[in-house]
């Protein structure tokens, strides 16, 4: 357990320390509120130094906002347009904003009614802390930000995301991608099924909140099996099966990536970037090295009855970010004894797509998510690429 120490009034004070992004607990903090401009808590938090925070609620993320302002003024070249060359330098400043907006804390303390938040003016977070870290053990000292996240995520957890492709609606837990993207659920939810399938098994390889399973236990499947390796992600599958009344056709295991067994059909739709993430949400998009991709093409083929298929679900915004080649990936798929049936592709309907002031604009402008069918190639090499698209 790691402990932040601060003196105040003259007195040392400690608490523990908690970070669900790892961050070490900071050596240097100061006692801040309202009487702190924005100016000297940018150069504060820029130096290292943390600000615990004990103003009032609202003005704590005033204070905020004003350092995110001062942290996103750009540098004055990305890239030249190149997204290849703007990524790394995109993804350093995103980096030192999280590093800086990450040292404004606040104190959350226990008491009989569960975590409370221990500034003026500060809303419940009792039911939102409890959702993310359990039951409160004690006071503790966190950054704003993953409060904020925090509090974000149980209001995602308690209206819902509506999808579509379900006529039902899906609820995130803290720490879990939500589906907002609908595009990649659409594939799935409209792919036409292998042969083998009549009302077989399905698996859904890193289920997330269980969205992609629940797709697949509607269209007919009798049994589905659900896994991760997050134990927030296995909770979250289990809720929402149960919210849609699928319980009984839906199995969540894990944590790990394949079950034991063969499968009718076998989903997976692994994070589309392979880099580094740098927080535990980022885990839905950023992959180091692709491993999860990697293993799911290696894997595939042993794990399919004859006639089974298996549909990967990838962005190409590697590609276009100089992170991944076509040549690499069809490669990878030939190595692992398996051959493209069909690729369905859809353009992204996100607002980022079409922002262009995001540094990454071209890529995303470029980019499109396909649904590759997978089946085994009973000759070794790969047979030729059919595409339909939407």
Known sequence: ?????????????????????GTPPPRRVLVVDEGLNAATAHRLACE????????????????LAALGRRVDRKPARW????????FPLHRRARGHRARVLGKL?????????????????????????????????????????????VLGAHQWRTKGVPVPALGARIHPHYGVFSPVRGEYVDLVARAPLPVSAGRGTAYDLGTGTGVLAAVLARRGFDRV???DISPRALACARDNARRLHLADRIDVLGPGLFPDGRADLVVCNPPWVPARPTSALERGVYDPGGGMLHEFLARLAAHLVPGGEGWLVLS???????????????????????????????????????????PLHPARAAEVTSLWRLAVDPGGAPGPVHRSGR
């Open 1 to 21: 357990m790691s402990t932040i120490r601060w003196t105040e009034t003259d007195t040392p004070r400690s608490a523990r320390w908690h970070s669900e992004n």
């Open 79 to 86: 890239g030249e347009d190149d997204p290849a060359a703007s």
């Open 225 to 227: 099996v659900a896994t």
């Open 316 to 358: 190409d915004l590697a590609e276009h970010l100089g992170l991944r080649t076509r040549a690499d990936l069809l490669a990878r798929v030939a190595a692992a004894g398996l051959r493209v049936v069909d690729r369905i592709d859809t353009r992204p309907r996100h607002s980022r797509a079409r922002d262009t002031a995001d």
């Open 48 to 63: 290292g130094t943390a600000l615990l925070w004990r103003g009032d609620f609202p003005r704590a993320r005033r204070l």
């Open 105 to 149: 804390l606040v104190p959350v303390d226990a008491d009989a009614g569960g975590h409370r938040l221990d500034v003026p003016r500060a809303p419940d977070v009792r039911r939102a802390c409890a959702e993310a870290y359990g039951p409160p053990s004690g006071p503790v000292v966190v950054a704003l930000t993953e409060l904020l996240g």
